[in-house]
């Protein structure tokens, strides 16, 4: 007997027959004798549509509190279903709402942070038997306002129960059947990975890939809950586990991502002498802006170009803080482009075999694609290219390592 922890996304509860779908795949555990706790999400598109309402009410700025009272409803609805379709099965089961399931977080509404889970209320509904269902993606901060966790939050609170409670198993069941070394539905020769570690997850999901929530990987990794990626579809398959330690593969390298929100920025004709550079990133961070890849040209003529990147929402915001700075560091001109795409190869180990980068970039000369800047860590190498060449390089790249 074990304590389960199984998150559906909103695809996998989207109408009435999917729901009961999931419905089947909790009771088969639930009937094995295991105590079963569920998170889901909003069904289907239930959120967007939330969002779409609210702006038709107040298109600019409605308050962050509200929108947070708004869209917790998606979950309340797909929890009560879910509950009921369960009730049907004859199995005992309760819906709760993650007030209700001890979700304490701080107060920054609609990206809002777990600080705790008092697990009383889950515990003592699992000592009775019953399934229960949990909303995902949303808490209560101190002052009892309902918060949400950002998009995507609810893979956080399915790690975060599975952490407070020593689940033996975290299950993130999805519309796609395990973690891929590049998009399947992009590159036909991807494959499906047995297993993989939290850093490479990590560096895949902040890139892009968007089978798992980062956050969800960063608190998996912190709490050193495994997880396992299923398909509700295919619920029998095996899918990928994310865990700490992968014995060393063959393939050196676990999967290429592709990153089409990102803007690169540049600034033209700086003066070449010290603490520019840390004048403009220490605004930018200032503005909880954050800068990926960054590149400096050689000096000439005293002066100088600094290019970087960051996501294209925080395009605007980040020209700005640049803009304000024109008259302290007295630059040319500042310009931007959007139509730029980040490639990334991933990978651990990747730092003790010289050549990786060389390969990639091969990969990329062949298919006569340019690259406008470059960056490299432990794990990765990413490259920024024009956005139209993207799924090409993607494809060109993973054929040079994975098969
Ligand atoms: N329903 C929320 C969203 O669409 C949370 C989630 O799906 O994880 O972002
Ligand atoms: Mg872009």
């Known amino acids: 007997m074990a304590l389960i922890v199984k998150k559906f996304g909103g695809s996998s509860v989207a109408d009435a027959k999917k729901?009961?779908?999931?419905a089947n795949l909790i009771v088969e555990?639930?009937?094995?004798?295991n105590d079963v706790i569920v998170v889901v999400s909003a069904q289907g598109d239930t959120t967007d549509d939330l969002i779409a309402k609210a702006k038709e009410?107040?298109?600019?700025?409605?308050?962050?509190?509200?929108?947070?009272?708004?869209?917790?409803?998606?979950?309340?609805?797909?929890?009560?279903?879910?509950?009921?379709?369960?009730?049907t099965m004859g199995c005992p089961v309760i819906s709760l709402?993650?007030?209700?399931?001890?979700?304490?977080?701080?107060?920054?509404?609609?990206?809002?942070?777990?600080?705790?889970?008092?697990?009383?209320?889950?515990?003592?509904?699992?000592?009775?038997?019953k399934i229960v269902i949990v909303a995902g993606f949303q808490g209560l901060n101190k002052y009892d306002d309902v918060t949400t966790l950002g998009r995507g939050g609810s893979d956080t609170s399915a790690v975060a129960i599975a952490a407070a409670l020593k689940a033996d198993l975290c299950q993130i069941y999805t519309d796609v059947d395990g973690v891929y070394t590049a998009d399947p539905r992009k590159v036909s020769t991807a494959?499906?990975?047995?297993?993989?570690?939290?850093?490479?997850?990590?560096?895949?999901?902040?890139?892009?890939?968007?089978?798992?929530n980062n956050r969800s990987v960063e608190m998996a990794k912190k709490y050193n809950v495994e997880l396992e990626v299923r398909s509700s579809l295919e619920p029998h398959k095996s899918g990928t586990i994310v865990k700490e330690i992968v014995k060393m593969e063959k393939t050196l390298i676990k999967g290429v991502a592709k990153d089409n929100?990102?803007?690169?920025?540049?600034?033209?004709?700086?003066?070449?002498?010290?603490?520019?550079?840390?004048?403009?990133?220490?605004?930018?961070?200032?503005?909880?802006?954050?800068?990926?890849?960054?590149?400096?040209?050689?000096?000439?003529?005293?002066?100088?170009?600094?290019?970087?990147?960051?996501?294209?929402?925080?395009?605007?915001?980040?020209?700005?803080?640049?803009e304000n700075l024109k008259d302290s560091l007295a630059f040319r001109e500042v310009t931007?482009?959007?139509?730029?795409?980040?490639?990334?190869?991933?990978?651990?180990?990747?730092?003790?075999?010289?050549?990786?980068?060389?390969?990639?970039?091969?990969?990329l000369s062949d298919a006569g694609i340019n690259i406008r800047m470059i960056s490299t860590s432990e794990i990765k190498v990413s490259v920024l290219i024009d956005e139209k060449f993207a799924d090409a390089a993607v494809i060109a790249v993973h054929d040079k390592f994975v098969n």
């Open 191 to 212: 494959q499906k990975m047995d297993e993989i570690c939290y850093d490479e997850m990590l560096e895949l999901a902040t890139l892009g890939a968007q089978v798992l």
């Open 19 to 22: 729901v009961f779908n999931v």
């Open 97 to 129: 709402l993650g007030w209700q399931a001890g979700f304490n977080t701080d107060s920054h509404h609609t990206i809002a942070r777990i600080k705790n889970i008092n697990g009383e209320r889950l515990k003592s509904e699992i000592e009775k038997k």
């Open 261 to 322: 929100n990102v803007a690169s920025i540049s600034i033209v004709e700086l003066q070449d002498k010290p603490g520019i550079a840390f004048k403009i990133f220490n605004k930018l961070a200032q503005a909880k802006i954050n800068v990926d890849i960054i590149l400096q040209s050689i000096g000439r003529n005293n002066t100088k170009d600094i290019t970087f990147t960051v996501s294209q929402d925080n395009r605007e915001a980040a020209v700005a803080v640049i």
């Open 29 to 33: 555990d639930y009937k094995k004798g």
């Open 57 to 87: 009410i107040n298109p600019k700025n409605p308050s962050k509190r509200e929108m947070d009272m708004l869209l917790s409803a998606g979950e309340q609805i797909s929890i009560s279903l879910l509950a009921m379709a369960i009730e």
């Open 336 to 363: 931007f482009d959007e139509n730029v795409s980040k490639v990334s190869i991933v990978g651990a180990g990747m730092e003790s075999n010289p050549g990786v980068a060389a390969k990639m970039f091969e990969a």
